[in-house]
Structure formats: structure tokens, C-alpha cells
């Protein structure tokens, strides 16, 4: 469950299926009134939201109290996606309020080139085996520097080790322990951010840990997602809503009995083929 957005335009919110994959249902709007409105048109078609045991979505209190209301069994996980998100965020807003406010310091440790400094954002958000040779000569020596960055990229990396200790041992209680001892280093950090950070993870506990758990991640999704991007960009915006909803569920929603293309293929007489206009 995700919102999807065009720029200055009203919002959509998709259900999706992701073991079948396919999407179930979209609607106008992103409150807790599109987790009601999935659960009648479920009602509608013979489906019990009763039976549906797991939601896996953003961390968007409004989806959580439709489900609290419409998906009575269910419980939630944070998608993984959104979690790494969110640090990734806490850490570009620690770089970019310490070069704006401590920008002597920043020089002493990376040096006065601003090349070095402007390949240092994407630096960061990769990882190690994606990074050229300047940005591996930044990382170098953010690493060894005494920055606020270079502790907000320790804790970003070690947010993203967290989750695939837990991918690989699918535990619940080794998650647990290890997403409590790093929600305790970033309340120690200092770093304004990531203590936010902390205390959001803190508060969904629960539900972060089911997140990282049984491979659960909203990566369909993000893909489906990228492919409703792509219609909105090739049909240069859609004029209403309903009209994205409408090329929503015919690009992803698996339809059967559709009527059938009006255009005739092709008709082979002898070896070549001949095009016929209806």
C-alpha cells in the first residue's frame, strides 16, 4: 500500500498483491478514507477483509488507522525501503546544515577543492562499490575526520547492515536486539536528525522489526510504481484522477476478458505478408 503523486496534482493510493503480483485496487486521495474504500470494494467482490493477516506500507499515520478501522486481523511492517529512506534523509539534511554552518571545518578535512565537497552528497547515498575514484579519495578522508556527516554516514550504513543481518537470519529476536542497539547509538549521536529518526523507529517498533522479516518489502511495489511514472510522462499528465486510475488497473492489474484488439494482424498469403485496414 503507497501513495502515488503527480507534482501539483491530487494523489492516488494503490493496493497491491504482492504475491500474486498485481495491483487490487486504486483510489483518489491518501488518508485512512482509501483503506475504508479498499475494504468495501474487497466486500463488494466476494472478499473478506477479515482474512487479509499483513500490510506492508509507508509510515503514513493515516494508513494506519484505516487499517486499525478496515483490516481488523492485520498487522503492519514498515517497508524496509521507506525505513533506509528516512536515514538517508536524516543524513543529506546533517551534511547539508554542517557545509552551510561549519564550512572552515569542512574544509579542513576535505580540503578547499569544491569538487571534492560536491561529489561528497552522492559519496554518501552510494555504496562502496559504487563509488569513482574521487569519491572513494572524499570518503577517505570523511572517514577519518571528526564531521557531524561522517558520523550521520556510519549510522546510515550501519542502519542498512541492520537490515540485511536480518534478511540473512530471519530472526525476530536477533532483529530486535540489533535495531534497539542502534536506535541507542543514534539517540547518543548528537545528530539532531537521526535522534529524530530514533525516536520514530522507537514509537513503530513492532512494526519495524515485521519489516525486516520474511523478505517483506514494498520493491514491487517501487517497480509498479516507476511504471505508472512512465504512462503519466508519455501521455504528458493525465487531466483527471480517474483517468490514472483508469491506466493504472489496465497496466498492472492483470485483467482477463478483455475485448479483443480491434486491429487485425497481418494475413500471410503465400510467403509474404499483406496489411489489411478495417
Excluded at 543481518?165 to 535495531?179: G, R
Amino acid at each position: 500500500m503507497r501513495p502515488v503523486c503527480a507534482k501539483g496534482k491530487a494523489c492516488i493510493s494503490v493496493v497491491h498483491d504482492l504475491q500474486a503480483p498485481r495491483l487490487l485496487f486504486a483510489c483518489e486521495g491518501r488518508d485512512h478514507q482509501s483503506v475504508l474504500d479498499f475494504a468495501d470494494e474487497l466486500k463488494a467482490h466476494g472478499g473478506q477483509p477479515e482474512q487479509i493477516e499483513h500490510v506492508c506500507q509507508d509510515m503514513s499515520a493515516a494508513y494506519a488507522k484505516g487499517v486499525g478501522l478496515a483490516l481488523p486481523h492485520a498487522q503492519i511492517s514498515y517497508d524496509r525501503f521507506h525505513v533506509i529512506a528516512m536515514a538517508h534523509e536524516a543524513m543529506d539534511k546533517e551534511r547539508r546544515a554542517e557545509i552551510r554552518e561549519q564550512p572552515q571545518a569542512v574544509s579542513q578535512a576535505l580540503g578547499d577543492e569544491p569538487k571534492l565537497v560536491q561529489s561528497l552528497g552522492w559519496a554518501m547515498r552510494r555504496n562502496a562499490d559504487g563509488w569513482s575514484a574521487r569519491q572513494a579519495h572524499t570518503m577517505h578522508w570523511l572517514q577519518r575526520s571528526t564531521l557531524k556527516m561522517a558520523r550521520a554516514w556510519r549510522l546510515k550504513v550501519a542502519l542498512q547492515a541492520v537490515y540485511a543481518a536480518a534478511a540473512k537470519a530471519n530472526d525476530a529476536a536477533k532483529a530486535s536486539a540489533e535495531l534497539k542497539g542502534w536506535i541507542s547509538w543514534a539517540r547518543r549521536s548528537r545528530l539532531q536528525e537521526f535522534k529524530k529518526l530514533a525516536a520514530s523507529l522507537s514509537g513503530r517498533f513492532d512494526a519495524v522489526v515485521r519489516g525486516m522479516l520474511d523478505n517483506r518489502s514494498n520493491a514491487y511495489v517501487e517497480a509498479m510504481n516507476g511504471l505508472l511514472q512512465q504512462a503519466k510522462r508519455a501521455a504528458r499528465g493525465f487531466k483527471t484522477a480517474a483517468n490514472f486510475i483508469a491506466i493504472a488497473y489496465l497496466r498492472m492489474s492483470k485483467l482477463k476478458h478483455l475485448p479483443a484488439n480491434p486491429l487485425q494482424p497481418a494475413a500471410p498469403i503465400g510467403n509474404r505478408l499483406v496489411h489489411r485496414c478495417v
